[in-house]
């Protein structure tokens, strides 16, 4: 009889919490969105598998390990306790990721068009004022955000996954989870969230500008802007470094022609194993102490206001671009501002030939898309510099 309670004691069912059931239910419909919906599978599949392995009862996935007095081991730590200080902690597992992104990006259409960059700048102003907003509600007492949380609640304004990852788990490490989850969830809803307010801020007339051909980018351009890049954000925003500087050495790889093995590898190869271990990572701290409060709720809810301000800001900026400019921008592709890369761009493109078949905008909104990718990077490190001692 003893052993059949001891037995029972140490199942699942017998330490499992209402909580603990909430949050695997979240982590099904991450799953359910990610393979049903097709809503960034790529991060939502492990983040909402790591979100069922998390709330386990006893089955210590997240358990750190334990030692004795004497410092000796008595029990190892569990398999996502490693994987998240090893890789998200430490910040190396965004910084690969930014890598692999900057060995797929094409900075061709930004220096093409380099007034664009005014435009992924402009996109950014969505997280600087979501920060005041969430500063303001922490202030106030209404939720328990300190201006640590703000400025990682912000982040997610710029729509980038790793960047809001990187930044959060060095500023407010507790909100991973739940700024992980809207950071990626905004991503995928981009096709859903920007239209109505591209087409509430543009006329019919505006969304029909059709903008010149971009000039042709030469070998050179392409191979000395990264490292450019790299210098001038060094020398003036060393926080910003390190995700500028995995981005650059990404894209250098991709652009000077004599690495073709290894940029291949940081593609493909390198990019998608980091993915997996970067999804359970963040998986790991969905557990149901640390997601089911109030707080959560208002991450999403000021996660979705910086991306909509993101949008917006973007969109206005290329309006006011045009009052002095002598070629006109379309301002459709002001919304490629977040760095939602390439989503957004196509977002632009669908919108301008709804209003013009003729009307080609993609490869003009991938300027504002990267640019606004090294927007991001920059604001997190304004963010980390500013409130990260």
């Not at 930004?110 to 969505?126: I, K, S, Y």
């Not at 996954?161 to 991503?187: C, E, N, Q, R």
Request: proline residues 6%; glycine residues 12%; hydrophobic residues 55%.
């Amino acid at each position: 009889m003893n052993n059949f309670l001891g037995l029972w004691f140490d199942s699942g069912l017998a330490q499992i919490t209402l909580g603990q059931l909430l949050m695997m239910a979240v982590g099904l419909v991450l799953l359910y969105l990610a393979i049903r919906r097709g809503f960034e599978p790529l991060l939502l599949v492990p983040i909402g598998f790591g979100t069922l392995l998390v709330n386990m009862p006893g089955a210590g996935f997240e358990a750190a390990p334990v030692f004795d007095s004497l410092g000796h081991l008595e029990s190892p730590g569990g398999l996502l306790y490693y994987i998240y200080h090893a890789g998200i902690e430490t910040g190396l597992f965004p910084l690969l990721i930014f890598m692999g992104v900057g060995a797929m990006t094409d900075f061709g259409p930004l220096l093409a068009n380099p007034r664009t960059l005014f435009l992924g700048a402009a996109a950014q102003f969505g997280i600087f004022a979501t920060v005041l907003g969430a500063a303001g509600l922490g202030a106030s007492g209404i939720l328990d955000f300190d201006i640590r949380d703000a400025a990682a609640i912000g982040i997610i304004g710029g729509a980038d996954g790793p960047t809001a990852i990187f930044v959060t788990s060095k500023l407010s490490p507790d909100l991973l989870g739940a700024i992980a989850v809207a950071a990626y969830s905004y991503m995928a809803l981009v096709p859903i969230i920007q239209p109505p307010i591209m087409r509430a801020l543009t006329t019919p007339a505006e969304r029909q500008i059709k903008m010149e051909q971009l000039r042709p980018v030469y070998k050179l351009e392409k191979v000395v802007f990264p490292l450019i890049l790299l210098t001038l954000v060094a020398l003036l925003l060393p926080s910003a470094a390190p995700l500028l500087g995995m981005f650059c050495f990404g894209n250098l790889m991709r652009e000077c022609g004599v690495v073709e093995r290894l940029s291949d590898t940081t593609q493909n190869a390198l990019i998608n194993s980091v993915t997996i271990f970067l999804g359970l990572g963040v998986g790991s701290k969905m557990s149901a102490e640390k997601f089911l409060n109030a707080e959560t709720l208002g991450i999403l809810t000021l996660g979705m206001i910086a991306f909509c301000i993101g949008t917006a800001a973007g969109v206005l900026m290329a309006k006011l671009l045009n009052r002095f400019s002598r070629h006109p921008i379309n301002p459709l592709i002001g919304s490629a501002g977040v760095s939602a890369v390439p989503m957004a761009a196509r977002v632009s493109n669908k919108l301008g030939l709804e209003a013009n078949p003729h009307n080609f905008l993609l490869m003009h909104a991938m300027g504002p898309n990267v640019a606004g990718v090294i927007g991001s990077a920059v604001a997190a490190g304004v963010m980390i510099s500013l409130v990260g001692g």
